[in-house]
């Protein structure tokens, strides 16, 4: 067991695993399938480059999202209406920003780290770049237009400046970047919270006192839409009455909820780190770690260690639901300590933990290869089947409902209505709508047309609209596009 350990996460096998991940990750870019977040932050951005606020008109008669929407990740969606007023409307220029992001935070990690003060070696670097880098999370989310991973890397950015011995000017630019998180996504007030803290744990109190001054001051900018009378009202509003639960644990009536609230959000959030099969591995190493060589790793990484229960309490605390994606902010953390505790077990000879850890390791590299295939079987393009099919609608004032990812490229030429429509009013209403309530709603809207893709009718009596099955459920052909008329009250296949 000692030799097969010491083989598998042997500098050299360890580098050969990251670079055949990485290799499939770039494969996995060519025609990829595009991702309902592409869409939905990718409209946010569309009109805000073209009106300088946001709104969702493919979401229609609810809480006035048509009109405006308040409720967005501000300079994420700011950088995108950037990147398309350049470039033009298209899904390439913002996840290929994503993707630029995440390389230069794989850089800064590289370089980082080789700082003495760190005690990582060349070789746990690598390691650490392999829990990033074959981790089925950044597989996915790197080509995705998210704000996870800018998130991710301006806070880990803020984390690198407070480490170790510190200066006015280290702070105050790691406090910057904390408010930039934050102006990026809410959750980045994790780690406004997490560097005060952080610096309070050490007694330099003069310094978290600055770090807090400036991340606040940053941070303040989040308000530039939202002075205007109503707006932030408006704001509040669509927050108490979003379709998922997003709202904090200050979003309650008075103390004793908010106290009640955190007390049971703090005790669900195991649940985030063990979501799913995309966070088991690198959860389980980290958990794994603390418990068979916590006492070690807290002597040599104790600052680590301090900083990420910090920053995963503030995340619960402060940041919105618990959520799967969001474990991308913990990641570089998390990858930190797994490979302290890998290289650790080097030197012993319990086979236990060894066997464990390669068990582990040999999971986290397989889900990834399954996640390479499951991306691989979505291959389309996308932008050429969507002016395909929406070219049959010639009338530009009557409404088209389609699954989101066929708004590219055809804003604004069509009015297109997204499922998510009828998704976030079943949602209002508290139940799955009938094949009868799915087409008396579209025609309450004013919707005419619908485009049924395969996914909703193969297989699918789980779904969002599990009548879809039976009403399709004859079609032979798998991949095929469906366009209906519904103008009549009745559902009519378009040939």
């Known amino acids: ?92 220029p913002l996840r290929l920003f994503t993707l630029f992001v995440y390389l230069v935070f794989l850089f800064v990690v590289f370089k980082g780290l080789k700082i003495s003060q760190f005690k990582f070696s060349k070789p746990e670097i690598n390691l650490v770049l392999f829990f990033i880098i074959v981790n089925p999370q950044t597989f996915l989310y790197a080509y995705t237009y998210r704000p996870e991973i800018l998130v991710m890397a301006l806070g880990f950015f803020s984390f690198l400046l407070l480490y170790g011995k510190q200066t006015y000017l280290k702070v105050i630019f790691s406090a910057i970047l904390a408010g930039l998180a934050l102006l990026v996504h809410l959750n ?59 709202t904090t644990n200050l979003g309650q009536d008075n103390w004793t909820s908010v106290f009640l609230s955190a007390l049971i959000k703090l005790s669900n959030e195991h649940q985030r780190f063990f979501w799913s099969h995309d966070v088991w591995g690198l959860s389980a190493m980290a958990v794994f770690a603390v418990i068979a060589k916590g006492k070690a790793l807290w002597r040599k990484h104790k600052e680590i ?31 930190l300590v797994s490979a302290a505790f890998v290289s650790e077990l080097r030197a012993g000879n319990n086979r236990l933990l060894k066997l464990i850890t390669l068990i582990i390791i040999l999971f986290q590299f397989s889900v990834v290869i399954y996640g390479f295939a499951d991306i691989s079987s979505k291959r389309e393009a996308t932008t050429g ?33 997204s499922y998510k ?42 779904a969002m609209y599990p009548w879809m099955y039976d009403e399709f459920n004859d079609i032979e052909e798998s991949d095929k596009y469906i366009k209906l008329s519904i103008k009549s009250g009745n559902l009519k296949i378009i040939d």
């Open 305 to 335: 260690i301090i900083y990420l229960i910090v920053a995963d309490l503030s995340l619960n605390l402060f940041g919105s639901h618990i959520a799967e994606v969001n474990m991308l902010l913990l990641l570089p953390f998390l990858a």
């Open 1 to 92: 067991m000692n030799n097969i350990y010491s083989y598998v996460t042997s500098n050299k096998t360890i580098v050969w695993l990251t670079i055949i991940v990485s290799v499939l990750f770039v494969l996995s870019l060519f025609g990829r399938y595009i991702y309902i977040d592409d869409a939905w932050f990718g409209e946010q951005a569309y009109w805000f480059s073209k009106l300088g606020y946001v709104r969702v008109p493919s979401i229609i008669d609810y809480y006035d999202w048509e009109n405006r929407l308040f409720v967005y990740h501000k300079l994420n969606i700011i950088i995108g209406a950037g990147l398309l007023s350049v470039f033009g409307w298209s899904p390439e």
């Open 421 to 462: 429509t009828m998704e976030y009013h079943q949602v209002e209403n508290g139940k799955k709508y009938t094949r009868k309530e799915f087409i008396e709603l579209a025609n309450q809207l004013g919707i005419y047309y619908m485009v049924v893709v395969p996914e909703m009718y193969s297989n699918n009596k789980s």
């Open 188 to 246: 980045g007030a994790m780690f406004i919270v997490s560097g005060f803290v952080f610096l309070l744990i050490r007694k330099e109190i003069k310094l978290s006192l600055v770090f807090g001054f400036f991340a606040t001051f940053i941070s303040i900018f989040y308000l530039y839409d939202l002075l205007a009378p109503g707006n932030f009202t408006s704001f509040l509003f669509q927050i108490k009455h979003w379709p998922d639960d997003i």
């Open 385 to 417: 089947i969507s002016e395909e099919i929406l070219s049959d609608f010639l009338d530009t004032d009557e409404k088209v409902l389609i699954p989101y990812r066929l708004i590219f490229n055809q804003l604004p030429t069509k009015k297109i209505i």
